[in-house]
């Protein structure tokens, strides 16, 4: 079974500070995914890896950074929080971009920032 | 861009009632994913269809796949209080490589 754990399921931070979220996958994937998560909304994907050290925006990458240094591990980088990020953050791993492949999700942190 | 609408965006049903689900997408799709997510939890791959016209059956629920393979749905018959949950549609556009996600239909299930 692929399995993606999320290093934190809850996370409470100050505005300005600076936030890690780490996503670690098991299934040798290529392709990494953060996605944040509202109501209403769906799921909106922030940044997306293809490879290591390889990184390419999503449809709302403002405010957020990504850290792609081995194939296993994914982190996303909120430079300065502002309370605009507060939401449900969600990574995923996926064998194929071409055609996409079923994307294994892990539980996500829910992001609170005060 | 690819734009992915699902309606309605919450469904109350009574349990043993059936219950469905469309997804529509601005431009073509090469395919279309379902996924639930139980509340609390996160988004599970439920199936995949690539072929126009495609129907595809798990138990309870019976996926579609459009003809101009444009739009989707999901049923599920006799619907039972483990089907609660958000259901999302996704797709990538034709020669595309990202998955765009619908907002999702949130079912709740009376007992």
């Known amino acids: 079974d692929v399995k993606v754990t999320q290093s934190s399921r809850y996370l409470v931070k100050r505005t300005g500070e600076k936030v890690f979220l780490e996503c670690v996958q098991d299934m040798d994937h290529e392709n990494m995914f953060w996605y944040r998560q509202d109501p209403g909304l769906g799921l909106r994907l922030i940044y997306f890896s293809y490879d290591v050290k390889m990184k390419e925006k999503g449809d709302i990458p403002e405010g957020y950074s990504v850290s792609r240094e081995k194939k296993e591990r994914f982190s996303l980088i909120l430079e300065s929080a502002s309370t605009n990020q507060t939401s449900m953050y969600l990574c995923a791993s996926s064998l194929s971009l071409t055609p996409p492949d079923t994307q294994y999700f892990g539980p996500g942190t829910r992001l609170t920032v005060l | 861009g690819q734009q992915v609408m699902q309606i309605p965006q919450y469904q109350h049903v009574q349990e043993g009632e059936d219950f469905t689900t469309y997804c529509n997408s601005s431009?073509?799709?090469?395919?279309i994913q379902w996924y639930k997510q139980r509340p609390g939890g996160h988004p599970v791959f439920l199936i995949q269809l690539v072929k126009s016209g495609e129907v595809k059956k798990q138990k309870r629920l019976t996926f579609q796949f459009g003809e101009a393979k444009k739009n989707s749905s999901l049923h599920i018959t006799a619907t039972q209080t483990t089907d609660v949950g958000t259901y999302f549609c996704?797709?990538?556009?034709?020669?595309?490589?990202?998955?765009?996600f619908g907002g999702g239909t949130r079912l709740m299930v009376k007992p």
């Open positions: 996704a797709g990538p556009p034709n020669a595309g490589n990202m998955l765009t």
């Open positions: 431009t073509t799709l090469s395919n």
